[in-house]
Structures are given as structure tokens and as C-alpha cells.
């Protein structure tokens, strides 16, 4: 298909890159440093921004959580605002980059800035934003998207002026991850990748073969990574993949298919199933339900991917579908609904949220309706 692409943010990937903060950001910003719940003091990196910006005003917001909430960003608008700065850096997560990107807009939006998500206004103003992320997945520090929650609402903006200047890369600043967020993170970016993959055979040579390059690294890696936690160069292989899965590279001219991020959102915005989680969940059960319409995608990586070359059509789909799950096993991530204590209120819950989001006709096809999310999530189950 047509497209036009672009990444304008300048990565800095590789141990001691945090110092490169001091010469990109321009001297006369007054610099916010927005970061979450502290790890960032406990690992140093903290103490490594402080000592870049030495040179910089500059003054700090803490306290963004995990899938961040809209109150705790209003609180920074609010500071941003009354103190005026004119430069955001997060450093942290995929969860403090999306909040710094929304405080972006935010900060010039007169009225209700939750309608940025709600109803998909656009805001007059964006502050610049730059990042240090500290985690591997969700791809947000080179992106335009932002997710962020509010209640059990759970949804996402897009605006190219707030897609990252520059994101420092330094794989060593993901050794103090716990294993569950470094399970979390490959199994995000794994799926980042399958949505922008996983849907009919159109000829696009270059983004299919980048994409199955990036799931065999993420295979590969993606268990060592939990085997052997201070391998850097394993560390940099799952950086750089995460990075390159949601980017904009391998999506550009090629159908996509988010079908099992919207529900994944739903469970995590309802019930706290971490983000990954909430995936490893759902794809098994969206390629079940989808094994028609998605079904030479799923032999072609059955046979690039996972080395399945034999058995009938349908064989190499149910083939494809075990050894996905066997791979997210192997990252200790849930499979099922039942594994999260979940049964058929919460699918009762996910589906009404879903059609109060509006959530009708996703796929590459546009046509998932309620009656197929209902059996998707009892694939799920
Ligand atoms: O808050 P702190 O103390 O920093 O702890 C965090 C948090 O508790 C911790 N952590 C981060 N880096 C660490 C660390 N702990 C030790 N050492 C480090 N180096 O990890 C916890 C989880 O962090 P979070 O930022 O929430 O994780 P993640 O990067 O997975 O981000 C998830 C959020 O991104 C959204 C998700 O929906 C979710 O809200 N997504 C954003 C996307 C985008 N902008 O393009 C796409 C994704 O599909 C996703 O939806
Ligand atoms: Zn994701």
C-alpha cells in the first residue's frame, strides 16, 4: 500500500549514553524530569541524568505508575504549567514516556484534556519530549502513541509531535529489571510485531521478513535473557528488537490488525493484568478464532519462524498456535484466563467495555464484531 514514513527520533543505544542528554537538550530549557515509582533511584540512573543536566535547569515529577493514570499526569500538567518548563524528559518505562507525551499535549489544552483520548481532540501545543527508557517492550521511545488510563478506561492518543527528539538506549539500565518485567517486555514487543504481521499474504517482502527477523531474536533471546539476567549483549538484542517492533518500520504499507491489544487493554484497564500479560492471553485465542482468514500468515510463520515445513494446512495452524504458547510458557507468561483467575463475568465485563469503546470491525479486514470477541474470550478462557 501507499505510504509515507518517518522516524525522527535520534536513538543514542549503548552503555554511558545517558551523558549524551546534556548537548541534545538545548541549554536555555527549563527541563522536567518526569519519572515513576523510583527504580530509576535505586539503579542510578537517576543520579546518571542528574549529572548530565548539571548545566541544565531543570526540576523533577515522580510518581507515574505503571499504566498511568490521569490524575497523577494532571498533577505534572499542573506543575509544568504553574513553573514553566518548556522541555520534558521522561526516563523510565514505557508507562513514563506515554504520561510525559500526554503531559505534552495536555499542557495547552484548554478544557478537559482527557478528551485528547476520549473524543481524539488535538491539542494547539506540544511540548518537546525526549526519553531515557529503562525498559524494554512497548517501543513508545521512538513512537507517536501514548496509552493512558483513567478509571478502568484504558486509551490510546497518537500525535506526531510528541514522538521523542532523542531516546537514550543503555541496555545496562535494564539489568536491575525483575524477571517478570523482562519476561513482559520481550513478550510485548513479540506481539507488537504479530499485529503488524499476522493478517493476509500481501507481497510485502521487506516488512515481513524485517518482522520474522525480529520474532526469531526474540525467541532466541528472549529466554536467555531469564536464563542468564546479566548477559549485556542478550540485553541489547531485546533492547534494539523492542525498539525496531513498533517504530514504524515493518507497519508501513501493510495492513494491521490490533484486534488483541483492544481486549488486552480491557483486561488490564478492569482487572490489572499487566500489559504483557493481558496479550500472551488473548493472541493464542485471536489465531484460533482467526484461523481462516489469517491462515497462510500462520503457516508462513509456522514455517520461517518456528521451523514447521510438514503436515496439512490445518495441522501447521494448530502447529504454529502450540508452539506460540509453548514460547510464552517458556517466558513464564499466562496463556489462558483461567490462569489469572478469570471466568465468564469478566468476559461478560471485556465485552461491554469493548462496545462502550466503540471497539466494532477491528482486524485487517474490519470485520470483528461482539459475536467474535465473545469467542475469542472464550478461546481465552
Ligand atoms: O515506576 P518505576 O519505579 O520506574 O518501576 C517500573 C514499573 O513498576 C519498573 N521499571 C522500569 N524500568 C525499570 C524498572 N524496574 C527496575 N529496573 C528498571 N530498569 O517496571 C514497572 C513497569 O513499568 P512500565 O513502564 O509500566 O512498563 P512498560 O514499559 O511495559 O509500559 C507499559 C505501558 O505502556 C503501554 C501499556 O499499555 C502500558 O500502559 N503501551 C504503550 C505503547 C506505545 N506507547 O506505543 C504500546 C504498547 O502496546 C503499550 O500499550
Ligand atoms: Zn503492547
Request: glycine share 10%; hydrophobic share 40%; net charge negative.
Amino acid at each position: 500500500m501507499k505510504f509515507s514514513f518517518e522516524n525522527s527520533t535520534r536513538i543514542h543505544f549503548g552503555e554511558g549514553q545517558i551523558s549524551q542528554i546534556s548537548k541534545d537538550i538545548p541549554k536555555d530549557k527549563k527541563v522536567l524530569v518526569l519519572y515513576g515509582g523510583g527504580s530509576i533511584k535505586a539503579n542510578g540512573v537517576y543520579d546518571q541524568v542528574a549529572a548530565a543536566l548539571a548545566e541544565h535547569q531543570w526540576g523533577e515529577f515522580s510518581g507515574i505508575e505503571a499504566n498511568p493514570q490521569y490524575d497523577t499526569l494532571m498533577q505534572a500538567v499542573e506543575k509544568v504549567r504553574a513553573e514553566g518548563f518548556d522541555y520534558l524528559l521522561a526516563v523510565g518505562g514505557g508507562s513514563v514516556v506515554d504520561g510525559t507525551k500526554f503531559v505534552s499535549v495536555a499542557v495547552g489544552y484548554e478544557g478537559e484534556a482527557w478528551d485528547i483520548l476520549a473524543k481524539g481532540k488535538t491539542s494547539p501545543t506540544a511540548l518537546p519530549v525526549s526519553c531515557v527508557l529503562t525498559l524494554p517492550a512497548t517501543g513508545s521511545e521512538s513512537n507517536a502513541g501514548s496509552v493512558v488510563s483513567r478509571g478502568n478506561s484504558k486509551l490510546f492518543f497518537g500525535d506526531p509531535r510528541v514522538r521523542p527528539i532523542f531516546a537514550v538506549l543503555d541496555p545496562k539500565v535494564t539489568l536491575s529489571l525483575s524477571p517478570r518485567q523482562v519476561a513482559n517486555g520481550v513478550v510485548d514487543a513479540f506481539v507488537h510485531v504479530m499485529e503488524q504481521y499476522l493478517t493476509f499474504d500481501h507481497n510485502a517482502k521487506v516488512q515481513d521478513r524485517f518482522s520474522e527477523g525480529l520474532l526469531l531474536t526474540l525467541i532466541e533471546e528472549g529466554p536467555i535473557a531469564l536464563a542468564n539476567p546479566d548477559d549485556m549483549a542478550v540485553r541489547s538484542n531485546v533492547m534494539w528488537a523492542a525498539t525496531m517492533a513498533l517504530n514504524g518500520l515493518i507497519g508501513a504499507g501493510v495492513p494491521q490488525d490490533w484486534t488483541t491489544h483492544m481486549i488486552g487493554h480491557e483486561l488490564t484497564g478492569h482487572y490489572g493484568i499487566d500489559h504483557a500479560r493481558s496479550l500472551s492471553i488473548m493472541l493464542p485465542a485471536v489465531m484460533q478464532a482467526r484461523r481462516k482468514q489469517k491462515g497462510a500468515k500462520i503457516v508462513q510463520l509456522g514455517q520461517r519462524v518456528f521451523g514447521i515445513h510438514s503436515g496439512s494446512h490445518d495441522e501447521r495452524i494448530d502447529a504454529t498456535i502450540a508452539a506460540l504458547v509453548e514460547f510464552f510458557q517458556l517466558m513464564q507468561v499466562p496463556t489462558s484466563l483461567t490462569e489469572v483467575e478469570l471466568g465468564s463475568d469478566a468476559i461478560a465485563k471485556v465485552l461491554a467495555s469493548l462496545a462502550e469503546h466503540g471497539r466494532q470491525g477491528m482486524s485487517e479486514h474490519g470485520d470483528v464484531g461482539q459475536d467474535e470477541l465473545a469467542q475469542m474470550l472464550e478461546l481465552a478462557r
